[in-house]
């Protein structure tokens, strides 16, 4: 699956497994590699310490990662500390309706 960040193509891959991408094996439920433009989601699997609903937290997965992608593409993460600590209130508010455009084609809004 495709979806277009600030003009950049972006892939989506999921149910990745950890032997495919060794970073999933720090427990991480994705990642966004800028350097190749792929945003990697962690096959979701239920067990005894997972999420009840893994569709609903793998949305959150994806639109926590496309949040990375946008914020990398819009420079903000090259230049900023901040950036890259989760701290983007004011550019989510600056950059919403876009990330909102993104979220809905990739059916990752909230239920």
């Not at 914020?71 to 993460?77: A, F, K, M, R």
């Not at 990330?99 to 990739?106: C, D, G, L, T, V």
Request: aromatic residues 10%; contains cysteine; proline residues 3%.
């Amino acid at each position: 699956m495709k979806v277009n960040v600030l003009g950049t193509e972006y892939e989506i891959i999921s149910d990745a497994t950890a032997s495919e991408y060794p970073i999933l094996e720090s427990h991480a439920d994705g990642f966004c590699d800028f350097t190749t433009k792929k945003i990697v989601i962690a096959e979701m699997k239920p067990d005894d310490y997972s999420m009840k609903d893994l569709k609903s937290y793998e949305k959150k997965v994806v639109r926590h990662e496309l949040v990375h992608a946008f914020l990398y593409e819009s420079g903000l993460d090259v230049n900023s500390e901040w950036a890259r600590n989760e701290e983007i209130v004011d550019w989510i508010a600056l950059q919403f309706p876009k990330m909102n455009k993104a979220f809905e084609e990739m059916k990752v809004m909230c239920d």
